[in-house]
């Protein structure tokens, strides 16, 4: 929603809020204030490599309340007006970062960011680019665990003057169910239900594990398996939306893509969240890329799905991928593409523009295909890799 803020009220959110920290992510800055130190803790501590005595500009300025005039309950307030409302009776730390990222990465300009894993090793770096559940974070983890060095589990991000990679040192979320668990300290790792992960430091699992900017060398995609692809043609594919309010409009927008259906709708954790499907990725990205254009301020979270896990029971394969294709692959996966973002004001908007950046990045880098399988086995050819 979006408030009327006058002087008044800015200043009366400032002396109700006691609790400040400013960070600088990239040029970016992000100055948050909080009427109880739990709300901006787990913020701090995953972040706590961003965190500046002085932000730069542009600043962003993000309230978290516990209450307000505003309203009974938790609720985000930026300092321009807009405002989402939190879920009562937990931490809020969890939402409201996604909330505040959806604001800060559109504007980070001297990189390109894509979301995926990054580890590093002889200062080569490999980037690793999946869907939700096609175990990425354990293959990650699987790196360090030989020695690599980790640069980030969740944002990529390549300088665009010489594309280098550039260290995202947050901390790593692992499930309980994740081979590498047990590694977890309780007293240092936090959780967050929101996201149903212990958050641990990464130096924490593997001492020495801390990378630094490198040379990109290898981008590696994990996709399911041809034999699957196969055995279930019709399966479709899908994505996860999660937006702030309710579009009666979307359903509008659907109606002119035919080939698009609405899977499910639901509410989680207060907001609507949808998953769409297409008979093929042609479709989806035409409705996605329409998704994009018209609620680009309302997405809290957008994620390609794969509708079948893949099996880890069964030895992985690797590929050489086409570097045409890697571009249309690697580009599906970027976040700062979105319009309004800077890659897209610089590209004029224009697919092709964007398409021939990624090009670019991937003319000296060797670029594969890999079918998840026994983790030490990926973990095997990722090492043999040039």
Known sequence: MQLELTQTDLQALRENTPY?????FFNVGLTLFADRNDSIGAFMQMYKNFICQQPPAPCLVFYILSESRFHEGPCLIQDNGFAALLPAGRPVSGLAEQIIFTRIMPMISDYILIHAGVVAK??????IIAPSGFGKTTLVLELLSRGYTFLSDEFCLIR??????EPFPRRVG???????????????AFYLDFEGKYFADPADLFPASRGQRCELKNIILLVESVAQQAG????????DLMLLNHHQDLLDRLSLHPDVEMAYEAMTHGYPAYRFKAPDKKS?????RDIWGRYEREILGVTIVEDKKPCFNRKPQIRHLPKFEA?????????NRSPGSSFFNESAGKAS??????????????CYTLEPGHVSEMGNIIDSLE
Do not use: W
């Open 20 to 24: 400040t920290c400013c960070f600088n």
């Open 122 to 127: 002889a200062d080569k770096g490999t980037v």
């Open 160 to 165: 665009k003057h010489d594309f280098y990679l």
């Open 174 to 188: 692992i499930k309980e169910n994740s081979p590498f668990f047990s590694l977890v300290d309780a007293q240092k």
């Open 232 to 239: 279930q043609p019709g399966r479709g594919c899908y994505f």
């Open 284 to 288: 989806l990205m035409a409705f996605y």
């Open 327 to 335: 571009s249309f692959r690697i580009l599906t996966h970027m976040i």
């Open 353 to 366: 523009s964007m398409l021939l950046t990624v090009g670019k990045l991937v003319e000296h880098v060797n």
